[in-house]
């Protein structure tokens, strides 16, 4: 929810030479995994590695079912307009930590 730092950690990461495309695809794997754990059972990590699963429900507390969804419609979409030759994907992800 700190858009602030989120963004900073967006503007490391571009300048380490990670591509959008990677961001993207970390941002969504981690959206994805804040769902998975967003209703799970406390003594239930889905498969995943506890550290992760604990992460992700410890995230999971800041966003509704409805927002996690959103977030995760939103990263989709960035990704296929980028890859149809809509807007960039660097400017759209930058908008969507901004909007977040």
């Not at 300048?15 to 959206?31: A, D, K, P, R």
């Not at 003594?43 to 509704?64: E, M, Q």
């Amino acid at each position: 929810r700190n858009k602030k730092e989120l963004w900073v950690l967006y503007q490391e990461a571009l300048t380490s030479g990670l591509s959008g495309e990677e961001i993207c695809n970390t941002l969504f794997w981690t959206v994805k995994n804040i769902a998975l754990m967003k209703n799970a059972r406390m003594d239930d990590n889905c498969g995943l590695n506890p550290f992760v699963a604990t992460k992700a429900r410890s995230f999971a507390k800041n966003y509704s079912q409805e927002e996690i969804a959103s977030l995760s419609r939103s990263l989709v979409t960035i990704y296929h307009e980028d890859h149809r030759g809509g807007e960039p994907m660097n400017i759209s992800l930058e908008r969507f930590i901004l909007d977040i």
